[in-house]
């Protein structure tokens, strides 16, 4: 599934069906939908860049899935299945057929022992917002356990562990395939008016098989960087209720992130072999939800946060941004949605490293306005607008887009 236009329609559909998609105590529920999409700029080119490639593209958007949700007892099964189809009207070759298969149990043990088992797997196309004229394919998988007991009636100790491994089909992006192993332990006070304050500790360690070449003549003379790290996170996390109309969420802590450094495999005769630096400081994301009537939504988050590169002259990025985003029930038929986001990434590398390359800095900023229909219960229908704007310090990474959209979707 794409990740640009799309991923902004499903956030548009998701506050929509959340509310109407199923009726109450519904075990089984398919679903249908249809998208068309005009992008100005598929591929996310800079002015000038590669000027033979076709820039402006139309492409179709089908699903089909259903949604189950079982309670036997105290127990809660969900399982969701989805198939996704994407057709492009002139660049057939991205044609893409993927899928997204989900399964969790909610388990609780008497009275104070509860917690949750899972599993996941999708396939999916990589957004080109970075890779560009790329067509890569992901395959994930994800596999979790997680445990809470109520050491009283106002505490609660908690631990889980995840897995995820992601591979992709594109010969240039093989580096970035990974084996996550994430666990933490957390432990929650709950006040008497609901509000939830807590402390986590959390360990990832994460396992890239493949090094980054970042210069060279492979298989012969080559550059590489070992991108696998150990991280260990420290956690202050809240959630905030405020008479009903006011909602807070927090989560601020220290992060330290230690690269491995070491040569893996003979991928060259003679490598050379690139130290990432070590990060270590503040991340944490605030967000808020008000409900300042009965019909209408506004919702806001900063944050900072650390996360993976795909730059070969960075070994992980540093996001710091910002989102406001509205929903409005015009009638009970209708219904209007906005959002517009900044985000600055800050690409922590190795300048110097490769000659000529300098330790990329990118703004971006974008927007959508969405307006839904819902002429039924189970039909809906959403019209849309994307735009959106990167400027980089690297001449080459700037973009400019805008996304049309209609989508209809049928809930059984």
């Known amino acids: 599934m794409r990740l640009g236009p799309v991923a902004c329609l499903g956030c548009g559909l998701a506050m929509w069906a959340a509310g109407a998609g199923a009726h109450e105590g519904d075990t089984f529920r398919p679903f249908v939908s249809a998208g068309y999409f005009q992008d100005s700029n598929l591929f996310r080119l800079a002015e000038g860049e590669s ?26 099964v969900l399982v969701s299945a989805t198939k996704t189809l994407v057709r492009y009207d002139r660049n057939t070759f991205l044609d893409f057929d993927g899928e997204d298969l989900q399964a969790s149990w909610n388990w609780r043990l008497g009275n104070r022992l509860s917690g949750r088992l899972g599993a996941a797997k999708s396939t999916s196309q990589s957004s080109f917002n970075d890779i560009g004229l790329v067509n890569n394919q992901v395959d994930r998988e994800r596999r979790f356990v997680r445990m809470e007991w109520e050491l009283h009636p106002r505490w609660r100790l908690g631990g889980g562990f995840d897995r995820t491994d992601n591979t992709n089909s594109a010969p240039s992006q093989v580096s970035q395939d990974v084996e996550l192993h994430a666990s933490d332990m957390i432990l929650t006070y709950l006040t008497p008016k609901g509000s939830r304050l807590s402390v986590q500790v959390r360990h990832v360690e994460a396992d890239y098989p493949t090094m980054q070449v970042l210069s060279g003549f492979p298989p012969f003379f080559a550059t590489l960087a070992d991108n696998s790290f150990r991280q260990n996170e420290y956690n ?30 003979a991928q060259v005769m003679f490598p050379t072999l690139v130290e990432r630096p070590d990060f ?4 944490g994301r605030l967000s808020a939800d008000w409900y300042p009537t009965g019909k209408t939504l506004v919702s806001t988050a900063v944050y900072q946060e650390l996360g993976g590169a795909t730059d070969i002259n960075a070994s992980s990025v540093l996001k710091r941004g910002a989102s406001l985003s509205g929903v409005w029930l015009i009638r009970e038929k209708w219904r209007m949605s906005a959002s517009a986001s900044y985000e600055n990434r800050d690409f922590r590398g190795d300048p110097g490293t490769v000659p000529g390359l300098a330790r990329r800095n990118d703004d971006t900023v974008s927007g959508n306005l969405g307006l839904s229909y819902r002429p039924i219960e189970a039909v809906s229908v959403d019209l849309g607008l994307q735009a959106g704007q990167r400027e980089s310090n690297i001449a080459s990474d700037d973009y400019t887009f805008r996304t049309l959209y209609v989508n209809v979707r049928g809930d059984f």
């Open 236 to 265: 202050l996390l809240g959630e905030w209720q405020f008479d009903g109309k006011l909602k807070l969420r927090g989560q601020a802590g220290w992060v330290a992130r230690q690269y491995d450094n070491g040569l893996k495999s």
């Open 51 to 76: 000027p033979g490639t076709q820039r402006d593209e139309r492409y179709a958007l089908y699903q089909a899935g259903v949604n189950v949700d079982w309670k036997p007892g105290r127990q809660q």
């Open 280 to 283: 270590s400081g503040v991340a």
